[in-house]
């Protein structure tokens, strides 16, 4: 059973930073991982995507902000979130392709206070 875990959430005051972590068990090899949230009375927004070769995608809301990596040797994604603002307080979820499948993390809270 493939498994996501996230940590790193939690409150921070706006223009600060947060690092999620998100690690994946019994996985094999690892496609594409990514970074989603979900923000109250919002649909759900992905937030940004690496492959296994570290090509990156970002929505435009997050760009020049937030930095997504991966250490594959690890199963392991990170994402940077630098100068917060009070829009990204959202759950965030971390994502990844196995064998043509997503599995997903249980999220955790990011709250950005003004």
């Known amino acids: 059973q493939v498994q996501l875990v996230e940590t790193g959430g939690g409150l921070v005051q706006a223009g600060g930073s947060l690092r999620l972590s998100c690690a994946a068990s019994n996985t094999g090899s690892i496609n594409c991982m990514g970074w989603s949230r979900h923000a109250p009375g919002k649909q759900r927004e992905l937030v940004a995507t690496?492959?296994?070769?570290?090509?990156?995608h970002y929505a435009e809301s997050v760009k020049g902000r937030f930095t997504i990596s991966r250490d594959n040797a690890k199963n392991t994604v990170y994402l940077q979130m630098n100068d917060l603002k009070s829009e990204d307080t959202a759950v965030y979820y971390c994502?990844?392709?196995?064998?043509?499948?997503?599995?997903w993390g249980q999220g955790t809270q990011v709250t950005v206070s003004s």
């Open positions: 690496i492959t296994t070769g570290g090509s990156t």
């Open positions: 994502s990844a392709n196995v064998r043509g499948r997503d599995y």
